[in-house]
């Protein structure tokens, strides 16, 4: 279990670090970094788009997920409650409904209709499109923190079932199957 209740999280001998930050710190406290060969500009440009999928992408998923009330019914609420029985299920539910509503009030989200919300994630994906162009990986030839995050969050877009889930960007649905086979597939 995550100590932060989030992912993503490693277990690592008696120690579970989770979310990408600390996971990344901890690793390079390790002696080994995604990102050693990158020059100081192209780190402070994978930080940038780094920030814009946690803006975009991670709060456009929340909202999908928690405010769209189809989605809530459907997926969510089933997904999310699943593991814990009557009454319990329905209160942490809730609990969470309530959060990341009071969230994307915060952030000036809550107003938002799911048109909006899909013309924020297709924005970025076009950004991540532009940035990725015909590169295997966001920079050099080599996979960087950046193209965890993305693969994370658009492996879940197009993996997960949701009322609307297009994705209409080859470069980044050929991105993630590239990561995919190469990281994730048994290779017997």
Same mark, same amino acid.
């Given at each position: 279990?995550? $100590?932060?209740?989030?992912?993503?999280?490693?277990?690592?001998?008696?120690?579970?670090?989770?979310?990408?930050? $600390?996971?990344?710190?901890?690793?390079? !406290?390790?002696?080994?970094?995604?990102?050693?060969?990158?020059?100081?500009?192209?780190? !402070?440009?994978? #930080?940038?788009?780094?920030?814009?999928?946690?803006?975009?992408?991670?709060?456009?998923?929340?909202?999908?997920?928690?405010?769209?009330? !189809? *989605?809530?019914?459907?997926? %969510?609420?089933?997904?999310?409650?699943? $593991?814990?029985?009557? $009454?319990?299920?329905?209160?942490?539910?809730?609990?969470?409904?309530?959060?990341?509503?009071?969230?994307? #009030? !915060?952030?000036?989200?809550?107003?938002? %209709?799911?048109?909006?919300?899909?013309?924020?994630?297709?924005?970025?994906?076009?950004?991540?499109?532009?940035?990725? =162009? *015909?590169?295997?990986?966001?920079?050099? #030839?080599?996979? *960087?923190?950046?193209?965890?995050?993305?693969? =994370?969050?658009?492996? *879940?877009?197009?993996?997960?079932?949701?009322?609307?889930?297009?994705?209409?960007?080859?470069?980044?649905?050929?991105?993630?199957?590239?990561?995919?086979?190469?990281?994730?597939?048994?290779?017997?």
């Amino acid at each position: 279990m995550s $100590p932060s209740g989030k992912v993503p999280f490693i277990h690592v001998g008696n120690q579970v670090i989770s979310e990408l930050g $600390p996971i990344v710190q901890f690793v390079k !406290a390790k002696g080994h970094s995604l990102s050693d060969g990158l020059d100081e500009v192209q780190r !402070a440009e994978m #930080k940038a788009y780094m920030e814009l999928v946690n803006n975009m992408l991670l709060t456009a998923e929340l909202y999908i997920q928690w405010c769209d009330e !189809a *989605t809530l019914e459907e997926i %969510t609420m089933p997904r999310y409650s699943s $593991p814990y029985s009557w $009454p319990l299920n329905y209160a942490l539910v809730l609990q969470k409904k309530w959060e990341i509503k009071r969230k994307m #009030k !915060a952030i000036g989200w809550a107003s938002k %209709t799911m048109e909006q919300v899909y013309e924020d994630v297709d924005q970025c994906c076009q950004a991540l499109s532009q940035r990725l =162009g *015909t590169q295997p990986y966001f920079f050099n #030839k080599q996979p *960087t923190e950046l193209d965890a995050l993305v693969f =994370g969050h658009l492996f *879940t877009i197009l993996t997960t079932q949701l009322t609307n889930d297009e994705l209409n960007y080859s470069n980044l649905i050929a991105f993630c199957r590239r990561i995919e086979q190469h990281y994730f597939e048994d290779h017997d």
